[in-house]
């Protein structure tokens, strides 16, 4: 399995931007469909993108995709998330995940068998 290190997260202000970075180890994350989730206080965690092995499709969800931007670096082994206009329900833990087993992108967590152990983003208002 590929391990996952993300990190990028932090304290911000609404309205500014912040890159958060998930680094593999052990396999190529580019054999795999990448994803980002996302855990606030008390609520499930959400998918937020996802880029399928090929890097021909990027995914998102509705609620982000005018504010959230995916992208992988092969060369690097990893996989980004761009977040601007960043607002306080935003606040969360953000995972990358990676999908062993699809051949389409899917949204649900339980397809992603390998996660990182998740980044803080905390927006102030």
């Known amino acids: 399995q590929v391990q996952l290190v993300e990190s990028g997260g932090g304290l911000v202000q609404a309205g500014g931007s912040l890159r958060l970075s998930c680094a593999g180890s052990?396999?190529?994350?580019?054999?795999?469909?990448m994803g980002w989730f996302r855990q606030a206080p008390g609520k499930e965690r959400e998918f937020l993108a996802a880029?399928?092995?090929?890097?021909?499709?990027?995914h998102y969800a509705d609620s982000v995709k005018n504010r959230f931007t995916m992208s992988r670096d092969s060369a690097k082994n990893a996989v980004y998330l761009q977040i601007d206009r960043l607002k306080p329900e935003d606040t969360a833990v953000y995972y990358c995940?990676?999908?062993?087993?699809?051949?389409?992108?899917?949204?649900?967590?339980?397809?992603?068998?390998?996660w990182g152990q998740g980044t803080q983003v905390t927006v102030s208002s």
């Open positions: 995940a990676a999908d062993y087993t699809s051949d389409y992108i899917s949204i649900q967590a339980a397809d992603f068998g390998s």
């Open positions: 052990g396999r190529r994350i580019s054999n795999y469909i």
């Open positions: 880029i399928h092995w090929s890097g021909a499709t990027t």
